[in-house]
């Protein structure tokens, strides 16, 4: 169970999430394809609207699994999630949203029939074994920052949250040099260039604040 405390951790960017077309497939299900609109990047109601369904913790674990293996299809049927506008919404905003170790997935699609939603196809950024390379290396820096914080019961929470807060700006430096010159590279974005290489942006230390949180207890949402 997560602790009460929760933070939110802010980005101050607008960034890309998705909607939904809907063209008819062949077998009698429908194919949905994302395309991109801006919102801000927020996504607590998310967790609202996954909850009215199952729990969202057993959820992303699932879909985890899944991401960690690269896997182009993963069953979601035994979910039992109706197939409505707000719950494909929400499940995209929870991977690009509140998963941050799914850095690797660049974009997807939904299958569903008339009464639930039956499958998710993604698309990754990288094999498998250079995902799971990747995640092994920001597990290792993740350990470091969280060294004699997690588990410390004599901490509370306020004081886990800044002393992450504060090794996590000693471990890495914000990526000025190709922000001005606007080759951002799509690492920057994310923990794998916060925990992984040490450099990133806003979204890259909001993303990795966000996943070591949790990985003391503290209930975050971006």
Not at 35 to 46: A, P, V
Not at 67 to 74: D, P, Q, T
Not at 101 to 108: I, K, L, M, Q, T
Not at 133 to 156: F, H, P
Request: glycine share 6%; aromatic share 14%; charged share 20%.
């Amino acid at each position: 169970m997560k602790r009460t405390l929760s933070f939110i951790t802010a980005v101050s960017l607008f960034l890309g999430v998705f909607l939904f077309s809907s063209p008819a497939a062949a077998d009698g299900e429908i194919y949905v394809t994302p395309t991109q609109y801006q919102t801000q990047y927020y996504s607590q109601g998310t967790f609202s609207q996954i909850q009215k369904i199952t729990n969202v913790d057993n959820f992303r674990e699932y879909l985890n699994n899944g991401f960690r293996k690269c896997n182009k299809r993963i069953d979601l049927s035994s979910f039992n999630i109706p197939a409505t506008d707000a719950n494909f919404d929400a499940i995209w905003d929870l991977i690009f949203d509140e998963m941050p170790e799914a850095f690797h997935v660049s974009n997807g699609s939904l299958t569903y029939n008339a009464s639930k939603i039956m499958y998710i196809e993604v698309n990754y950024k990288y094999s498998a074994s250079d995902y799971n390379a990747i995640y092994t290396k920001c597990q290792q820096s993740a350990a470091k920052i969280l060294k004699g914080i997690k588990g410390n019961s004599s901490l509370t929470d306020v004081e886990k949250a800044l002393l992450i807060h504060d090794r996590l700006a000693l471990c890495c430096e914000y990526d000025y040099k190709n922000l001005q010159s606007n080759t951002l590279p799509y690492s920057s974005y994310n923990i794998y260039g916060i925990l992984g290489l040490g450099i990133g942006v806003c979204q890259g230390y909001a993303e990795a604040y966000d996943f070591l949180l949790e990985k003391v207890g503290i209930e975050s949402y971006i």
